[in-house]
């Protein structure tokens, strides 16, 4: 804010200053102009393809339509059923690893004989490369015959379940959570090991229980942590697509199809350009509604704490 | 349990000096016992959360008709026949345009991240918070939304199945991220080191190259071993925008997804094969690893 100080400068001053002001910006710009290329530009021809019926099968087909794509997404059953499965698989996968993430985080927040080793192995999910977390769920884990789950499920009763086609859901959501807990995990734990020990120990000297201490010293203390986890992870959860691609196809049917597999579907395999331009930019403002919302609260107490720090 | 990890006295021993115990604390030692306890199930517990990985390597060292059995077969001869045929196979070319598409993007980001966090960070730009603000946004933009016109246009400059146009798209990707996570490493340079080398004349590529880079070396690594994770890995743009010159090593997979249950050790292999740089890497920069996740927030 080096522009806004006190008293009205000189012209020459500020002209001096406007200067100054575009050399300050100058590195900043190559950046900006390519992100506005390469991410704002073919939104906007998004925009522009979805007022259009253009199908790449039919050559010629390609007219102005207006809002008709509009009115054929939000009549889109299958369109529906994605928005839903994809809310779903994000709540369902952030929740969950991050809870996983917490407690794993608490696990190795002391001192014990090869934590490091400890460490370095629950990390690993987090770095196989997610395709092959998906194969690995669906064929070595998920088997319904030769499957490592099915094996270890025996005397439950759960052996012989076909776990990728009768809860596709839960399959999917499991490799994602696999996936993702480690990510969580060093957030939390990064975050605990920044905790100061001297409140620990005022609180100690209080007599407060242990769970008194997590919830009333730990978890605030974590929160900034928790929250960047869970935007993080939202923001690469919503647009899985390899886990669902090679695990169920979005199958059966379209029952674990979310957005970006659908529109996917639509876009590649239908053609149907008009129609998945239109899906995608139904997408996009849903996403910035919830994100914006998200982001806000987020973003101040990240802002806030950063501009601390320096 | 767990919360007793934290207040346990040993976990504080590296961290700042701490004065002894008080009288007034309530005993809470339960001896080793307990603490042996805890270790024991902590292992425990990693070693079921890992055992898919676990058991996704000792897979790729068997040979077929140990890999698909039931029971599941925990001792077998190991062999390297897996590893022998997915190197035989088309596997380096797609490993070499994952290298290509994972490293040059990544040198492009920080080419373009490094002035732009400088700008947003040492010197305050007007309206600061907005620039970031739009930079994160773009994260939030889905890839489906903006994949169809991709598609067009790459087809239109004949630029489909070309590893330049991953290179180009995965530097967008990753740009956001990249600005906030160096910005953050920026904000930690104490100003007095720029401003003396400023003082000295030095143009703005000397004070970023030989002033704030040394000291920024650890963040810079840390934002590009992320960029480079994300890379690797990233499949969407890469099934959808090459075919067979440009088609990386998550592409290479996709050859496995209708093995049913008949090459299970050789689609093991490959996935340890195409995995391994990326965990080799992230193993070895924890540290590093962690930084750029909480992007800078942690030290």
């Not at chain 1, 969950?96 to 917490?102: D, E, K, P, R």
């Not at chain 1, 007599?207 to 008194?212: L, N, T």
């Not at chain 1, 695990?247 to 529109?263: D, H, K, R, V, W």
């Not at chain 2, 022998?84 to 596997?91: E, K």
Request: glycine content about 6%.
């Amino acid at each position: 804010m080096s522009a806004a100080t006190g008293t009205a400068p000189a012209p020459r001053a500020r002209a001096a200053e406007r200067a100054q002001g575009w050399a300050l910006r100058a590195p900043l710009l190559p950046a900006l102009v390519f992100t506005v290329v390469v991410t704002q530009l073919p939104f906007l021809v998004t925009v522009f393809y979805s007022l259009q019926s253009w199908n790449l099968l039919r050559p010629g087909s390609r007219t102005f339509v207006g809002p008709a794509n509009y009115l054929a997404v939000f009549t889109d059953a299958q369109f529906l059923g994605a928005a839903s499965n994809t809310v779903l698989f994000t709540a369902a996968c952030v929740l969950v690893s991050m809870a996983l993430g917490v407690g794993l985080a608490m696990l190795l927040d002391r001192r014990f004989p090869g934590r490091g080793v400890v460490r370095t192995l629950l990390i690993t999910p987090f770095l196989i490369i997610p395709v092959a977390t998906a194969l690995l769920w669906k064929t070595t884990m998920f088997d319904p015959v030769f499957g490592l789950v099915g094996f270890v499920l025996t005397p439950f009763g759960l052996g012989d379940v076909d776990w990728v086609s009768q809860y596709p859901l839960v399959s999917v959501v499991t490799a994602m959570v696999w996936q993702w807990t480690p990510f969580m995990m060093l957030l939390v734990l990064a975050g605990l090991q920044s905790q100061g020990r001297d409140v620990i120990e005022a609180g100690q000297v209080d007599g407060a229980s242990r769970w008194q201490m997590f919830v009333g010293i730990t978890l605030p203390h974590l929160r900034r942590y928790i929250e960047l986890g869970v935007l993080l992870g939202s923001i690469y959860v919503v647009n899985t697509f390899d886990t669902i691609y090679m695990m169920t196809q979005g199958g059966p049917g379209t029952a674990s199809a979310n957005l970006p597999f659908y529109i996917y579907q639509r876009t590649f395999l239908g053609f149907d350009i008009g129609q998945s331009a239109a899906m995608g930019v139904v997408v996009v403002v849903g996403t910035i509604i919830v994100a914006t919302l998200a982001l806000r609260l987020i973003f101040r107490s990240f802002m806030s704490a950063q501009e601390g720090i320096s | 349990m767990t919360a007793e990890a934290l207040v346990k006295p040993d976990a504080a021993a590296p961290r700042a000096t701490r004065a002894p115990a008080p009288p007034t604390a309530r005993p809470r030692r339960r001896g080793a016992v307990g603490a042996a306890a805890l270790t024991t199930a902590t292992w425990a517990i990693a070693l079921v959360f890992v055992s898919p990985a676990l058991w996704l390597a000792l897979t790729a060292f068997k040979q077929e008709g140990d890999a698909a059995t039931d029971p599941p077969k925990l001792f077998f001869e190991p062999t390297l026949d897996q590893f022998r045929t997915v190197l035989a196979s088309d596997f380096l070319p797609y490993l070499g345009n994952s290298l290509t598409a994972t490293l040059l993007s990544t040198l492009l980001v920080l080419l373009l991240g490094v002035p732009a966090a400088y700008a947003l960070s040492i010197r305050p730009v007007r309206r600061t918070q907005d620039v970031l603000f739009f930079f994160i946004s773009t994260k939030m933009l889905p890839v489906v939304a903006v994949v169809v016109p991709l598609y067009v246009a790459a087809a239109r400059l004949s630029m489909l199945d070309n590893i330049w146009t991953l290179v180009v798209l995965y530097t967008a990707m990753n740009l956001p991220i990249a600005v906030w996570m160096l910005r953050s490493f920026f904000l930690e340079v104490p100003r007095s080191i720029i401003e003396a080398a400023s003082m000295e004349g030095a143009g703005l590529p000397r004070v970023l190259w030989s002033v704030m880079l040394p000291v920024m070396a650890p963040g810079v690594a840390a934002t590009a071993l992320i960029c480079m994770i994300f890379s690797w890995n990233e499949f969407f743009l890469a099934v959808n925008l090459t075919a067979s010159q440009a088609a990386t090593v998550p592409v290479f997979m996709v050859g496995f997804i209708t093995s049913e249950g008949l090459f299970w050790a050789q689609l093991a292999a490959a996935a340890t094969l195409a995995s391994l740089p990326i965990v080799v890497i992230g193993w070895t920069a924890q540290r590093q690893l962690v930084r750029g996740l909480s992007m800078g927030a942690v030290k």
